[in-house]
């Protein structure tokens, strides 16, 4: 499967961003799929997860402010980002969760001002 990663962009803190991730060449119901996001100098961490049932799990730092979902019928998935931090600034990935090889896509760079 092929996942591209759109919608980041420039915003200021306690904006909201909704970030899309489409997939091709396979379903995004294939796997359990997450959202991950490397800042700059930190490592790649997994923020948001939704299984092929619909259950979802957050890393603490998001709970409550992010909300991932799947619209299988668009074959994409999609992170609703509320009440952005700076500290939210990094570029995002989508990717089966847990990992499935080490392939990533370009992401999309999010940038929260203070």
């Known amino acids: 499967v092929q996942l591209v990663e759109s919608g980041g962009g420039l915003v200021q803190a306690g904006g909201s961003l909704r970030l899309s991730c489409a997939a091709s060449?396979?379903?995004?119901?294939?796997?359990?799929m997450g959202w991950y996001r490397q800042a700059p100098g930190k490592q790649r961490e997994l923020v948001a997860s939704?299984?092929?049932?619909?259950?979802?799990n957050y890393a603490d730092s998001v709970k409550g402010r992010f909300t991932i979902s799947r619209d299988n019928a668009r074959n994409t998935m999609y992170l609703q980002m509320n009440s952005l931090k700076p500290e939210d600034t990094a570029v995002y990935y989508c990717?089966?969760?847990?990992?499935?090889?080490?392939?990533w896509g370009q992401g999309t760079q999010v940038t929260v001002s203070s």
């Open positions: 990717n089966p969760a847990p990992l499935i090889g080490d392939s």
């Open positions: 939704i299984t092929k049932t619909g259950n979802t």
């Open positions: 060449g396979s379903s995004i119901n294939t796997h359990a």
